[in-house]
C-alpha cells in the first residue's frame, strides 16, 4: 500500500523508527565507512536528480533504486542509537535466534497446508516458501544449529535444514545453508592448512553449481544478466565509480537477447511493462550495489567485516558461541544476497542489515 508514490507504508513506517531513534538520542558514527558509503550514495542521489531525467516516472524510478541506500541509512541509524548498549546487542541476538526457530517451524507447517489444500502437490515443483524473510530465518537456523546442538540432534536438525532449504524452489537458498556448513569445517582446520583446504572447498562448490538447479533457464537467465551488467560497466567507464541511480540496468538489446536465446521476455514485458529494465536489478544486491556507486565505494562495506574476514583466513575458529552463530548467520546471508534481489526489498533488507550490524556491533563490544 502506496502512502506517496513511491513511498509505501512499510517504507513510511520505518522513517518513523529512525526519526524515533534520533529524537531519542544524539546522533553518533560509529563505523565511520558507511556513514561515508550513505553520504556518497546521497551524493550520486542529488547527481542523478539534477543531471538525469528526474520527472514523472523517472523521478520514481531513481528514487526506488535508491530506496537500497534508504534501508541501509535506516538500519545503520537505527543500529547506532540502539546497539550503544551491551544488553541491547545481546537482546537483538536473541531475537535473531528466535526468528531463525519460528522461520522453519512456520515453513514445515507451511508445507503441509500447501500438501493439504492443493491437489497433487509436490515440493519439487515451483515455489514453495512462505516468504522472503522466512528463508532468510532458515538459513540463519542452520548456523544456529551448527552452533548450539551437539551429537544425534545436531545431525538431525542440520539435515532438516538442508532438506528444507532444498524444497523451497530456490536452489540458492539450499546453496547458502551448504555454505554454513562447508565454512564450518573449513574454520575448524589451522590457518595454515585452510589455504589448501580452500582449492578443495572451491573444487566442491563448482561440482555443486553443475546440479541441473544451477544450471536451469533461471540460473542461466541470472549469470546472462551479471556478465551484462560487468561488460557494461567496463565498457561505459561505470566499475569503479558507478553510474548513479535513475539508468536501466540493462540495455533493451539484452532483453531482446534474453528473449532469443533464452526465451525470457520478462524485462520487456513484466508487470512494470517497458521501465521492467529500471526496477529488475541482477539478483545480486552487490552487483546492483556496484551497478550504482561503483567497486571501490562498494568495498567501504567490508572494513567493519575485518573481524569476519579474519575468521575466514587468519584466526582460529571463535570459541564464543553467540559470535560464532552471528558468522555464520552473516555468511549464509552473503551467499543467498549473491543470488538474489534483497537488500533492494524493505523487509529482507533489514533482516539482512540487522544480522549486519548486530555482528559488528557485537565484536566492537568486546574490544
Not at 541509524?77 to 522461520?103: C, G, R
Not at 575448524?188 to 555443486?208: A, C, D, Q
Not at 575468521?311 to 558461541?321: G, H, L, W
Amino acid at each position: 500500500m502506496a502512502v506517496i508514490e513511491p513511498i509505501f507504508i512499510h517504507d513510511f513506517l520505518l522513517v518513523v523508527a529512525t526519526l524515533f531513534s534520533i529524537h531519542k538520542s544524539s546522533l553518533r558514527t560509529k563505523f565511520p565507512s558507511i556513514f561515508l558509503l550513505i553520504l556518497l550514495a546521497l551524493l550520486y542521489l542529488i547527481y542523478s536528480v539534477t543531471f538525469l531525467k528526474w520527472k514523472g516516472v523517472y523521478f520514481v524510478m531513481i528514487m526506488r533504486q535508491f530506496f537500497l541506500f534508504f534501508y541501509l541509512t535506516c538500519s545503520y541509524i537505527i543500529a547506532n542509537k540502539v546497539f550503544q548498549k551491551k544488553e541491547n546487542i545481546i537482546a537483538a541476538i536473541t531475537f535473531i535466534k528466535k526468528l531463525a526457530k519460528i522461520s522453519i517451524i512456520l515453513q514445515l507447517l507451511y508445507f503441509a497446508y500447501l500438501y493439504i489444500t492443493i491437489p497433487n502437490y509436490s515440493p519439487l515443483k515451483g515455489f514453495s516458501y512462505l516468504s522472503a524473510v522466512g528463508v532468510m530465518g532458515i538459513i540463519i537456523y542452520g548456523g544456529y544449529v551448527l552452533v548450539y546442538y551437539k551429537g544425534l540432534k545436531k545431525i538431525t536438525l542440520l539435515s532438516l535444514t538442508l532438506l528444507t532449504s532444498a524444497l523451497l524452489g530456490h536452489s540458492s537458498s539450499f546453496f547458502a545453508v551448504f555454505a554454513i556448513v562447508l565454512v564450518h569445517f573449513y574454520i575448524s582446520f589451522s590457518p595454515k592448512i585452510r589455504f589448501i583446504t580452500l582449492g578443495v572447498l572451491g573444487v566442491v562448490m563448482m561440482l555443486l553449481l553443475q546440479l541441473p538447479q544451477f544450471t536451469d533457464a533461471n540460473a542461466s537467465w541470472r549469470l546472462m544478466y551479471w556478465n551484462h551488467v560487468l561488460e557494461t560497466s567496463v565498457s561505459k567507464n561505470w566499475l569503479i565509480f558507478g553510474n548513479g541511480f535513475g539508468l536501466p540496468y540493462m540495455t533493451i538489446e539484452f532483453a531482446q537477447t534474453l528473449a532469443d536465446k533464452i526465451n525470457s521476455t520478462f524485462m520487456l514485458t513484466g508487470v512494470n511493462n517497458e521501465f521492467e529494465r529500471w526496477v529488475t536489478p541482477p539478483h545480486n544486491s552487490f552487483l546492483t550495489i556496484v551497478h550504482h556507486i561503483g567497486l571501490l565505494p562498494a568495498f567501504l562495506i567490508l572494513i567493519p567485516l575485518k573481524n569476519f574476514l579474519k575468521q575466514i583466513f587468519i584466526v582460529p575458529k571463535s570459541n564464543d558461541r553467540e559470535e560464532l552463530f552471528l558468522f555464520y548467520a552473516l555468511f549464509g546471508l552473503i551467499a543467498w544476497v549473491s543470488f538474489n534481489v534483497i537488500l533492494e526489498v524493505p523487509h529482507s533488507a533489514i533482516c539482512f542489515w540487522l544480522i549486519y550490524f548486530t555482528y559488528i556491533f557485537y565484536g566492537k563490544s568486546k574490544v
